[in-house]
């Protein structure tokens, strides 16, 4: 395990997007940065926990095609565009997916959370988050307005764009 300082989150809000890592609160000691796919990524009560193997691929592409479709539409509705590194929406999407599988609705990936069902139940940070709705503020870098240096000029992400530059369905 690796301690980070406690606002690395807040310096950092892409970090685990961009670099897969798992963050768990470690008390007087920071947080705690694990890579994916150990069993930190998995501490909640997962909707998915019943399901098989090709029923969770389903699930995700599923998923994953309407994340895509309904960031695509809004990214449309609200002027706003995508990163010029389209591996960042990319990773963003599969999160969001990833969190409408296992939670039922497609809260923010790129935050921490104590309880993460408490989270998406209130609603806040579901995406689009509150942050966004009122503000057009995604820390994420999914939706950037055009003065945001990291804003492209690209509208449209499609679904094999974000399966191939995320890393597809596997975590």
Excluded at 18 to 39: E, I, L, N, Y
Excluded at 127 to 137: A, F, G, L, N, W
Aim: proline share 5%.
């Amino acid at each position: 395990m690796t301690y980070l300082p406690q606002n690395i989150l807040a310096i950092c809000p892409l970090f685990w997007a961009v670099t897969s890592f798992a963050f768990t609160a470690q008390p007087h000691k920071g947080v705690t940065m694990s890579r994916a796919g150990s069993d930190m990524t998995n501490c909640f009560a997962s909707k998915d926990a019943d399901m098989t193997d090709e029923e969770r691929e389903a699930a995700m592409e599923k998923a994953l095609k309407a994340m895509t479709a309904f960031s695509n539409k809004y990214v449309e509705n609200t002027g706003t565009y995508y990163c010029t590194d389209k591996s960042i929406p990319a990773v963003v999407i599969k999160g969001l997916a990833e969190h409408k599988v296992t939670l039922g609705t497609p809260l923010c990936p790129c935050r921490f959370y104590e309880d993460k069902e408490k989270e998406a139940k209130e609603g806040y940070w579901n995406c689009p988050c509150v942050p966004m709705r009122e503000r057009h503020e995604c820390h994420c870098m999914l939706f950037l307005t055009e003065d945001n240096d990291f804003s492209g000029d690209e509208s449209n992400i499609s679904f094999d764009e974000v399966k191939n530059l995320s890393g597809g369905f596997s975590n």
